[in-house]
């Protein structure tokens, strides 16, 4: 091992040091200190106020509910596609659509699903028009918990697709032929073998989709300004000093955002090396 | 065993109404701006915009940068990891997922905290200094992808062998690095490259709380503002993404091969 080995990865530890972890530290570490510079556990107690805690609640509400929902749809999808001897075009068809779905969100994904579910939107009006059915007057609203979950849908599914499909390749045809010539049915064989072994990588994907879904704030923003108490929104707001205007509280948000996402990351993390086993 | 394709082909209806359906309404909205006809005027009300062009080419001028910085950063960075030191195999692939770990609303909050005018790099304090710290947050941003084009690039040639040949022909690292591994990986940084531009692009959240003027803080305004334009922009935004992703795709087909000899 030579100095000069190090040379080349030396810009890369440098930036990651400069601008991924120094800055996101030093914004951890302030939420420990008060406005003289001591320490404190202030702004962590200043977090449990009503608006506080019911923005974490719709958050993780919406993230787990978009992430399980993602979750199973995508692997339904992604099963019927690859397993259900559709043809090879199908196949890739999806493929293409979801690496473009999956990164098609943001202010764009808010104004699609206006177009289609806000109270002008096409959907809207089919069932206005031809069902007789105001789905607003009936309880819906985009700008609420289901229309979330519903728009975050959009790229948690295909993420879903992208992430699942090289572990569904990897059940081997010959695990179900061996399943069924030992008696097995269908559903013994997805009991016993295929949702086994599928099961690491879903638990794992489940947790990158609520991280996914919990950090994300520019299609909820889009979509409803910030009438919706969501974490990353009022951050947004309190880093934009509308709100709050309490520095230390600010920072306190963050650590409660970043240790949330981190433990979902974390359990994606142990769960995927675990899973690596099988798709040798 | 005879399978029934009914229920494939009736998940893959469902499935393809679910993500159909927003791309046809948002497109027949944009075409709807006029009262009972058809008309593109909503895509040249945008086009026509002096806000529209210059946040564009903004975000496009930063997108670049981004993934200049990128590869300088990440090509030597994966190269020394594959060739010379695999002991840091681990911390590398760790840091280049804390981008996935960190929302960028923490990352930007991090830095205006760390380079405000008061401290040490007050970057935000000039325009210049601003856009920097834009670029090197959207390299952040796309470090993951990057990253992983470029390592998943490396593991098709043979890097070990065109190293020694280089340095058989009296070849420095530098040189090696730039006339023979990044050539011969030019397909996979490209897709690295094509994929920071499809998520910078329209980024909004760290634009905005940086103020400076990108497409997607354009977006949301005219989001704000207007009825019909936002489909507009969302269908132009859609078609973006699916270009950016049909070069990956596109590129792939030209990717060279030198695998090790095994």
Redesign the interface.
Known sequence: ?RWG?????A???V??IL??????A??MA?AFVDREGGFTLDNIANLNTPQILSSFWISIRVSVASAAIGAL?GL??AL??I????PQA?RST?L??S???S??A???????????LGR????TWLFKTYLDLDIYRAGFNLLSFWGLTITY??FQ??LMILIIAPAIDGLKKEWSEAA?TLGATPVQFWRYVGLPVLWPNLLGTLS?LF?NA?????TA??LT?SSLNIV?IL??AQ??GDVLNDPGL??AL?LG??VI??LA?VVY?VIRTRAERWLK | ?K?S?F???L??AL?SL??L??????F???LSIRRDTLSWDAYLNVFQAPAFQQTFSYSLVVGFAAVVVGV???V??A???RL??PQ?RPV?EF?T???????????????????NSSSLIPLTNSTIGTDVLLT??Y??LA?PYMYRAVDTGLRTIDVQTLTEAANILGAN?ATI?LRIILPNITVAVLSGAF?TL??VV????IAS?LNRPAF?VY??NV??NRAYE??A??VI??VI??AA??M??LLARFAPRTAARS
């Open positions: 091992m080995d190090y040379i080349g990865v810009p890369f530890l930036f990651a601008f991924l972890i120094v800055p996101t030093f914004l302030s749809v339904i999808f019927a596609v397993r259900g001897r559709l199908v999806v293409t659509f690496g473009v779905a990164q098609f943001g202010i764009p994904l808010a104004f699609a699903f206006i177009a289609t002008l939107g096409l959907i849908c959009y599914i295909p069924a990158l991280a919990f950090g994300a704030i520019a923003y889009a300004g990353p951050l947004y880093i934009r600010g920072a963050a955002m970043v996402a981190a990351n993390l | 065993m399978q394709r229920w494939p082909w998940i893959f499935g679910y993500f359906l927003p791309l046809i309404a948002t027949q909205f944009s300088l950063i990440v030597p960075a190269y020394f990891v010379r030191a840091l590398i840091v997922l804390l981008p996935l770990i960190i929302p960028p609303i923490i990352l930007v909050f991090g830095y205006i905290r760390m380079y090197l947050a390299v952040a470090m690292t690095l994929l499809a998520i329209g980024e909004f959240t709380l997607g977006m949301q989001g704000a936002p489909a922009l969302a935004s859609f993404t699916w992703m049909g990956i795709q």
